[in-house]
T-cell receptor, first 113, second 115 residues
Framework: QQPVQSPQAVILREGEDAVINCSSSKALYSVHWYRQKHGEAPVFLMILLKGGEQKGHEKISASFNEKKQQSSLYLTASQLSYSGTYFCGTEKNGSSNTGKLIFGQGTTLQVKP | EAQVTQNPRYLITVTGKKLTVTCSQNMNHEYMSWYRQDPGLGLRQIYYSMNVEVTDKGDVPEGYKVSRKEKRNFPLILESPSPNQTSLYFC??????????????FGDGTRLSIL
């Protein structure tokens, strides 16, 4: 089952914050986050493993709530370079290391000057 | 430079004409995977390989074949392409444990149009 991302799209002004959520109907073992700029390949941001740890990358951080089967990506003081489509990916069957990574439908983020 | 290389980058072809999209990585990664990307659907996994000679189906394997004879190469074969396989294709690789533990490195993509 494909994880569900929300919102589908968001428009920000530079310096504003945003949150992107990724929810699964199955138990989560890990969550990947990637960013894809228009016409380019997805680029890895971070992986979170179950345990609720929070990770950071520049001014982008993420949390993993195992109980809620959800991960959230936090973009703080957004920059123009943050524009793109963000994807979360989870193990398909809610277990570890099966190789079957399934991605959400993506959240398009546009940061305006 | 560490990279995943796909060829061709763009291809327009006709229904039924067999084609192969090559994927090669120079990072000695055990795990490789193919995805297709369609508007509104995100990335969907076609096939993946945990190591040489080990391949398995992803979510949308119908109409595709793969092989993994060498660690660095993972070609995607469309034996009889059809218009519904028109899409943007990405190859990705990672160290062992590619499902959960390791980041995936993506190639630049191949845009296929099947007429």
């Amino acid at each position: 089952q494909q994880p569900v991302q929300s919102p589908q799209a968001v428009i920000l002004r530079e310096g504003e914050d945003a949150v992107i959520n990724c929810s699964s109907s199955k138990a989560l073992y890990s969550v990947h986050w990637y960013r894809q700029k228009h016409g380019e390949a997805p680029v890895f941001l971070m992986i979170l493993l179950k345990g609720g740890e929070q990770k950071g990358h520049e001014k982008i951080s993420a949390s993993f709530n195992e109980k809620k089967q959800q991960s959230s990506l936090y973009l703080t003081a957004s920059q123009l370079s943050y524009s793109g489509t963000y994807f979360c990916g989870t193990e398909k069957n809610g277990s570890s290391n099966t190789g079957k990574l399934i991605f959400g439908q993506g959240t398009t983020l546009q940061v305006k000057p | 430079e560490a990279q995943v290389t796909q060829n061709p980058r763009y291809l327009i072809t006709v229904t039924g004409k067999k084609l192969t999209v090559t994927c090669s990585q120079n990072m000695n990664h055990e795990y490789m995977s193919w995805y297709r990307q369609d508007p509104g659907l995100g990335l969907r996994q076609i096939y993946y390989s945990m190591n040489v000679e080990v391949t398995d189906k992803g979510d949308v394997p119908e109409g595709y074949k793969v092989s993994r004879k060498e660690k660095r190469n993972f070609p995607l074969i469309l034996e009889s392409p059809s218009p519904n396989q028109t899409s943007l294709y990405f190859c990705a690789s990672s160290l062992v444990g590619g499902g959960s533990y390791q980041p995936q490195h993506f190639g630049d993509g191949t845009r296929l149009s099947i007429l």
